[in-house]
């Protein structure tokens, strides 16, 4: 598991030495949002991650107690990945990443239903996406 050696002990600074790259918080997305678990699910996404990225990646959000991986009942040769505790608390952080990429980016693909849910009840949405993706990790 890859572990990282601090730099300093600014908060902002430990965050971006765990996410400072766009390929660690798209695989959290996808583990949050996308429903992946499989090494695999992750490779297929649109971004199109090279794998010794992937692999360093997870290697890093394991190491950092974001996600844990284990293995899969169905198959017993692949990887299940799973957000943890600590992983699921960056929900917050994505959804605001979604409403501010929304407002901002004439572009985004955002769906415009989680937009208009999330500018009613914001902390209601985050709670039920918490919820779901604890008792996901509990039935594990």
């Known amino acids: ?7 300093s002990d ?6 971006l030495e765990i996410f400072g790259d766009r390929w660690t918080f798209l695989i959290v997305r996808d583990l949050m ?9 992750f490779l297929q996404s649109e971004e199109g ?13 394991e190491g950092n107690g974001i996600i844990k991986r284990s293995g899969d009942p169905g198959h017993k040769q692949k990887i299940r990945y799973r957000l943890t505790k600590k992983g699921i608390d960056l929900v917050p952080l994505l959804v605001e990443f979604i409403m501010w990429s ?4 004439k572009d ?4 415009l239903t989680f937009v208009k849910t999330v500018k009613k009840d914001k902390a209601r949405m985050i709670a039920d996406i ?11």
Do not use: W
């Open 33 to 41: 949002f996308k429903g992946k678990h499989f090494y695999g699910e």
């Open 130 to 140: 918490c919820k779901g993706l604890l008792e996901a990790l509990q039935d594990q």
């Open 49 to 61: 991650i090279a794998t010794n990225i992937l692999s360093d990646r997870l290697s890093l959000l």
């Open 1 to 7: 598991m890859k572990q990282i050696k601090r730099k």
């Open 10 to 15: 600014c908060p902002i600074n430990f965050a």
């Open 102 to 105: 929304a407002k901002y980016d």
């Open 108 to 111: 985004s693909a955002v769906d």
